[in-house]
């Protein structure tokens, strides 16, 4: 799809998708020296919550604002409630903004650019600037910026809890990257792509992966099986195509804190027609993963993955009797737990155990990172799903 073409179909969604807007998210702008950024913040902001971060990068050849002209996601960030940006990259020779994101895509003249250390740079801005949870912090883009959702997974995996990924692609060798923590990864591909083909192929600058073994990557860093399976009921992605069209396939058994998925949109092109069905399933994916917390490295040590900001972290444990809410006033009946470690700057700490692994239920752990003197709160590191806890006795 040529830019034009995508630049007139762009015009077209947002005027059929004006109608999901009925109350415009306030904007902020933040500047860290390459202009200035559009910060979406919903109509419901309240500076003593804390919020997810969405950062929506643009194809190649394409504005920041034209991207969110394509994806329409300040409706949902409004509904949805979370915080919203959507950056621009560097022109290139030709003028045309790129990200300089894998090998591959999209630094064709050789900027050598580090968007990189300036993406995660603005993360830090945004966050000093408004309350984001440093567990909720997500990336989405659309082919090149596809490319460097990625790349912001493999070197700030200690920020991104969740990247979606539209026509881009990861490294095309996996030892180029490197991440220190699980990520959890969604790849969306249309498999009539004839810009960054689903089987894989190679730019002027170089190659890349298909989407199933960008997948298969990303599930081999995230410790998953490595054999795919269904992922069940059919998605409507691509108006296009009539009906359910998109087809998922995923892999289990991945640490805490990861996952891999592939949406593949039968005969889907480079810039799919997308359906309200895109826009409610990716936001799902993104706000449904947080970072993860604790895993048992043996049974008596645990570790974890590092907070961006943190300071120092503590680790708490409990019984799962602790848990109980018999009130149902939100607050557990008997606390939270006692502390399990003093204040400690490394991501391992050996904790004496009065039952086996309690990975497998008897009891919890529970991690607190200390940014700045503020608490950022973690996952139960043994209840997936739990809801976040606050300790009721402080580590000394």
């Given amino acids: 799809m040529s830019r034009q073409t995508l630049q007139h179909w762009i015009l077209l969604a947002s005027a059929v998708l004006l109608a999901?807007?009925?109350?415009?998210?306030?904007?902020?702008?933040?500047?860290?020296?390459?202009?200035?950024?559009?910060?979406?913040?919903?109509?419901?902001?309240?500076?003593?919550?804390?919020?997810?971060?969405?950062?929506n990068l643009h194809g190649y050849s394409l504005t920041g604002?034209?991207?969110?002209?394509?994806?329409?996601?300040?409706?949902?960030?409004?509904?949805?409630?979370?915080?919203?940006?959507?950056?621009?990259?560097?022109?290139?020779f030709l003028g045309s903004p790129f990200w300089n994101g894998t090998d591959a895509c999209c630094d064709l003249f050789g900027n050598g650019v580090d968007d990189s250390t300036y993406l995660v740079n603005l993360v830090d801005e945004i966050r000093d600037q408004f309350p984001i949870d440093p567990w909720r912090v997500h990336f989405v883009g659309w082919s090149n910026g596809g490319f460097m959702s990625y790349r912001m997974a493999c070197d700030h995996a200690d920020t991104v809890a969740s990247l979606a990924s539209l026509a881009g692609a990861t490294f095309l060798d996996p030892l180029d990257c490197q991440p220190e923590a699980a990520v959890h990864v969604l790849q969306i591909h249309g498999t009539s792509d004839a810009t960054i083909l689903y089987g894989g192929g190679a730019t002027t600058s170089?190659?890349?992966?298909?989407?199933?073994q960008t997948i298969a990557t990303w599930a081999d860093y995230n410790g998953c099986d490595a054999a795919p399976v269904s992922g069940g009921t059919p998605r409507d992605i691509d108006a296009g195509t009539p009906g359910a069209e998109t087809t998922e396939t995923l892999h289990e058994g991945c640490a805490i804190g990861g996952s891999a998925r592939l949406w593949t949109i039968p005969g889907g092109p480079h810039g799919p027609t997308l359906a309200q069905g895109f826009r409610d399933g990716v936001v799902d994916f993104l706000l449904g993963h947080r970072r993860a917390a604790l895993r048992f490295e043996d049974p008596q040590t645990l570790r974890w993955a590092p907070i961006r900001w943190a300071q120092e972290y503590r680790v708490y444990r409990g019984e799962l009797s602790d848990l109980l809410d018999g009130d149902a006033d939100g607050v557990a009946d008997a606390g939270y737990g006692d502390c399990a470690s003093g204040d400690d700057t490394v991501t391992t700490d050996t904790v004496l155990l009065t039952t086996e692994?309690?990975?497998?239920?008897?009891?919890?752990?529970?991690?607190?990172?200390?940014?700045?003197?503020?608490?950022?709160?973690?996952?139960?590191?043994?209840?997936?799903?739990?809801?976040?806890?606050?300790?009721?006795?402080?580590?000394?």
Avoid: H, K
């Fill in 206 to 212: 170089g190659s890349y992966p298909s989407a199933t």
């Fill in 65 to 92: 604002q034209e991207q969110e002209n394509y994806f329409v996601l300040v409706p949902w960030a409004e509904s949805r409630e979370f915080i919203y940006a959507y950056p621009q990259g560097l022109d290139d």
């Fill in 357 to 396: 692994n309690p990975a497998v239920g008897e009891g919890f752990f529970y991690l607190v990172g200390f940014v700045n003197s503020e608490m950022a709160e973690s996952i139960l590191g043994t209840l997936p799903g739990g809801r976040r806890r606050t300790p009721s006795t402080p580590c000394p």
């Fill in 20 to 55: 999901f807007s009925t109350t415009r998210a306030g904007q902020s702008i933040v500047d860290i020296g390459r202009g200035s950024i559009v910060v979406e913040l919903p109509s419901s902001y309240d500076p003593n919550r804390s919020y997810p971060l969405v950062l």
